[in-house]
């Protein structure tokens, strides 16, 4: 896609239908910037194919900034996919659930090997658990159980390969960074025989910092500590859910109207290669419209049934020879308008 050129358009606009309704916002983003490639009806194609494209904003935003602004009768064509639940989201959201129930029979897991004081530690199978689910979370829980087991070393190494072993977002390597800080307190308060109810104000500064600075699992232990000591006070926010309302894309689109001016046909590229664009504006809506292409000979090599005011429709040329074609607006036995298409093979 990234790579595509303007004669692979149409090859391009049908493996990228081929994938749909499956396609990624990040593969509709980039087709949506390519306009040398896809122009606007191949592009509504394929949004149209991939119903969730919709409730995203970028893609939104990105169409409305499209050099030849998407009519916007093709927006609303488009738009129309915010209000349904696509095979994709169906997918990811079957993938979603299947993914908790593997972390909850990981953590039932977890908690069984770990033991308590009847039942000792099945160190083997704790070992071959953090292997086997081998995600950036197992392995901070790894980190965790060597700690607390005093195994400082193995934990610290482990810490150390997460980064190479993990492609880590900027707030993850805060939350790393985090949890290297914290282990390093924590094995300073471990070793102070006063104990853990017992920290210097450095320390009790060191873990504010952490507390106040990360949302995650190190800004929590560190916060459980001074809460423990009485530093600080602490009451688990209430999110509530934002009960405003939201106007939808459809009324809040500003489009670029289309131009009452000129033919009811336009056809573009003209010479074509593998395909042509048919843009058609009719006056009113007519029963029975058919577009017809005719070669020299005067044979209708094409045809079509078109319904609606105006759309724009995308004819492939691979199975023609090279030549001039005429295309017509057919309607009620009235040929309303034509126009000439060169085909070079």
Known sequence: MITSSPPEALQTRNELIAESPYLSDTVMKTSITKEDVLD????????????????????????????????????????????????KEILEAQKAWWEGEASTSYIRLLDYYKGDSIRPANEDSINWLFSYYNTLDAQY?????????????????????????????????????????????????????????????????????????????????????????????????IILPDTSLKSGKNKKFKGVKESGVGSMLTVYPNPAHDYFVVKIKLEKILEKVMINLYDENGRIVYSRAFKGKEDQITIPTLNLTSGIYILTIEAEGKHLDKSTIAIVQ
């Not at 009806?41 to 991939?50: E, F, G, P």
């Open 141 to 237: 829980d790894k980190v965790c159980w060597l700690h607390a087991n005093g195994e400082y070393t193995q934990a610290y190494n482990i810490l150390a390969t997460i980064p190479e072993s993990f492609n880590l977002s900027p707030s993850q390597l805060e939350t790393h960074n985090a949890y290297t800080d914290f282990y390093e307190l924590n094995q300073q308060i471990n070793s102070d025989t006063s104990g853990v109810f017992t920290i210097d104000s450095t320390i009790i500064s060191s873990l504010q910092v952490i507390a106040n600075t990360n949302t995650g699992k190190p800004g929590a232990f560190a916060r459980n500590i001074l809460i423990a000591n009485g530093i600080i006070n602490y009451q688990e926010p």
């Open 40 to 87: 606007n009806a191949m592009i509504r194609d394929v949004l149209v194919a991939n119903p969730h494209s919709a409730k995203s904003d970028e893609i939104i935003n990105l169409l409305e900034n499209r050099a030849i602004p998407m009519p916007d009768y093709m927006m609303e064509q488009i738009l129309a996919g915010e209000d349904t639940v696509s095979a």
